[in-house]
């Protein structure tokens, strides 16, 4: 079984950064894609981005050019650098995870954005 665990939300001002890291633990064999969705209160979860083991990395559109998503596999960790938030970032920042064929998922961390 495996663990996920996010760390690094808060609150921020608009055009503010932060950096949420999700460190995975427990049986671990090989990870394979990590990623961050989230969920914004009375919407469904999106993506925001995710990164595949080898690097490759993808974005929504909502964030290109302001988050950034990276990881060290050394570490089974990956982070999300947010710039230039703004009050429609404002959500729960959930990890994913993949193992093979299972997903795992962190509990989530709140990163609210003021205006």
């Known amino acids: 079984q495996v663990q996920l665990v996010e760390s690094g939300g808060g609150l921020v001002q608009a055009g503010g950064s932060l950096r949420v890291s999700c460190a995975a633990s427990g049986r671990i064999f090989s990870i394979g894609a990590m990623g961050w969705y989230r969920q914004a209160p009375g919407k469904q979860r999106e993506l925001v981005a995710t990164i595949t083991r080898g690097g490759v990395t993808n974005y929504s559109d909502s964030v290109k050019g302001r988050f950034t998503i990276s990881r060290d596999n050394a570490k089974n960790t990956a982070y999300l650098q947010m710039n230039s938030l703004k009050p429609e970032d404002t959500a729960v920042y959930y990890c994913?995870?993949?193992?093979?064929?299972?997903?795992?998922w962190g509990q989530g961390t709140q990163v609210t954005v003021s205006s």
């Open positions: 994913h995870a993949t193992e093979g064929i299972v997903t795992y």
